[in-house]
């Protein structure tokens, strides 16, 4: 499995917040989803595999290439997706596309048509004047007409209405088929990746506690219910973290299967959601982190 973009020991500190020694690696072919928690670095990471924030130390390939010596090549097969389009504000979209075209080898003025006709955009209003969910759509589809092999989106769904969401999880999963492109993308509407991510990164303060196929996740991860008296020194080994009440315990496991070896029928063992995931993972930092 070939990977479109790697870190290899990236640190970067920014005022109050640190990335440490971050290694990743994006798989060709696949979608990424990226989540955590408000603050916990997906934008800064993205700004990085972006080059719009160089790293203090570490290195960062894309396509096998590195920014000091093949920045146009990298962008021009790179879209992305990003929340706000400070530099397009008062243009249009018949100017935009116009300005953009010649920047980018593959532009497909037909393809950027349509997505524009689909999304129900106005070719002639200044950007200023679109809503939120009518600008995500517009820098969307402006990532998608260049026929980029890799496409970056620091929250695509934000602000759209559940209809728009839809159809465009519809159009990641067509722009997905050839299998050739990579997506990676982040989002807190987690059911957003239930259809259609096939890997998870999950990242806290700067360093990624999570890096996974889904199908992984699924039967790695369970959230165990059971009684108080079952929890003892060599048991709560099994748990991320535990939370207990008189009723009873409910934690996280990332060892699904041998929790089901050790306690039997006298647990309930269910799938963990990734905001399960989050939520437990997060917690268990708050308490030894
Ligand atoms: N230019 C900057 N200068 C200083 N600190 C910054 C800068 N940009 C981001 N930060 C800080 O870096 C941390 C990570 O921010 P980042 O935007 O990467 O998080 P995020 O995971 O994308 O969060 P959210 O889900 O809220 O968008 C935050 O504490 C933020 O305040």
Redesign the pocket.
């Known amino acids: 499995m070939e990977n479109v973009i790697e870190l290899h020991d990236v640190s970067k500190s ?4 640190t990335i440490h020694n971050m290694d990743l690696q994006i798989k060709q072919g696949y979608v990424t989803g990226f989540i ?10 993205m700004k990085l595999i972006m080059n719009l924030l160089q790293p203090d130390n570490g290195e960062i390939n894309v396509f096998g290439l590195d920014y000091a010596s093949h920045e146009k090549e990298i962008k021009n097969r790179i879209g992305f997706v990003y929340d706000s389009n400070i530099f397009y504000e008062s243009l249009n979209l018949k100017d935009i596309s116009r300005i953009i075209a010649p920047a980018y080898t593959h532009w497909d003025q037909q393809q950027f048509k349509a997505y524009v006709n689909q999304f129900d955009l106005p070719l002639n209003k200044p950007m200023k004047k679109f809503s939120k969910g009518m600008q995500m759509k517009a820098s969307i589809a402006m990532a998608l007409s260049h026929d980029a092999e890799l496409i970056v989106m ?2 695509p769904t934000a602000g759209l209405d559940p209809t728009s969401r839809r159809e465009l999880l519809d159009i990641f999963q067509e722009v997905m088929v050839d299998g050739k492109r990579t997506i990676l993308f ?1 989002t ?1 509407i987690t059911s957003d990746l239930d259809r259609i991510a096939d890997f998870i990164v999950l ?1 806290d303060e700067g360093e990624i506690l999570i890096d996974k196929p889904v199908y992984e996740l699924q039967e790695q991860y369970a959230v165990v219910k059971g009684s108080n008296e079952l929890l003892d020194a060599d048991t709560e080994v099994y748990f991320i973290k535990i939370e207990r009440s008189p009723n009873g315990f409910q934690a996280l496991t990332k060892e699904a299967a041998k929790v089901r070896g050790v306690f039997g029928k006298h647990v309930v063992i269910e799938e963990a959601s990734l905001e399960e995931i989050m939520f437990y993972m997060k917690g268990a930092r708050n308490l030894y982190g």
């Open positions: 920014l005022k109050a917040f955590g928690a408000n603050g916990a670095g997906k934008s800064t990471t620091d929250e982040s807190h990242i």
